[in-house]
T-cell receptor, first 110, second 114 residues
Framework: QQKVQQSPESLIVPEGAMTSLNCTFS??????FAWYRQHSGKAPKALMS????GEKEEGRFTIHLNKASLHFSLHIRDSQPSDSALYLC??????????FGSGTRLLVSP | GGIITQTPKFLIGQEGQKLTLKCQQN?????MYWYRQDSGKGLRLIYY???????QKGDLSEGYDASREKKSSFSLTVTSAQKNEMAVFLC?????????????FGKGTRLTVV
């Protein structure tokens, strides 16, 4: 049974800082690794995803995957107050099943 | 683009009651999911379905039933509502291109049991 865990549970960073969020998973056969963002009262929405080891950058966001360590991360450069939200990591196993982590609540203070 | 519509938006039930939540998507996606979210926490997978009439249990399936009678719709039944239970149930769908690429979510049904 896939276990997906996120750290930290919550985080407060000043505007302009670098934010780093972590996600570990238990199934080494996992194939889909993604970060979703959920603003208060809204539905989660996909931020970015990665399928193979390495890094992928999109604007201020970078996702890094290390399958051997069963770990992937999200880094937000120049964090903005509008980045304040619940961040959920997601791992896909067996093609269809997508399991989410317990979430990291990020607050970016102006 | 498409949309996932969940009904009702708010559901108040009594302890022991059987409650049904409905979900419709017009993306023409093959895979659909039901997740439960407690008070701003993470998402727990209840059931998913990879095609019409298919059902797969998630990690939280006990106490729930699901039904996928059409490709576009997926319903979830709480078989016996628990007193003081409060959660948001999120329906989602995903296209199948040989692998998962993105999961799209509805706005949720907020359940309160009195």
């Amino acid at each position: 049974q896939q276990k997906v865990q996120q750290s930290p549970e919550s985080l407060i960073v000043p505007e302009g800082a670098m934010t780093s969020l972590n996600c570990t998973f238990s199934d080494s056969a996992s194939q889909y690794f993604a970060w979703y963002r959920q603003h208060s009262g809204k539905a989660p929405k996909a931020l970015m995803s990665i399928f193979s080891n390495g890094e992928k950058e999109e604007g201020r966001f970078t996702i890094h995957l290390n399958k051997a360590s069963l770990h992937f991360s999200l880094h937000i450069r120049d964090s903005q107050p509008s980045d304040s939200a619940l961040y959920l990591c997601a791992v896909g196993t067996g093609g269809y099943k997508v399991v989410f982590g317990s979430g990291t609540r990020l607050l970016v203070s102006p | 683009g498409g949309i996932i519509t969940q009904t009702p938006k708010f559901l108040i039930g009594q302890e022991g009651q059987k409650l049904t939540l409905k979900c419709q998507q017009n993306f023409n996606h093959d895979t659909m999911y039901w997740y439960r979210q407690d008070s701003g926490k993470g998402l727990r997978l209840i059931y998913y379905s990879i095609t019409e009439n298919d059902l797969q249990k998630g990690d939280l399936s006990e106490g729930y039933d699901a039904s996928r009678e059409k490709k576009s719709s997926f319903s979830l039944t709480v078989t016996s509502a628990q007193k003081n239970e409060m959660a948001v149930f999120l329906c989602a769908s995903s296209p199948w291109t040989g692998e998962v690429t993105e999961v799209f979510f509805g706005k949720g049904t907020r359940l309160t049991v009195v």
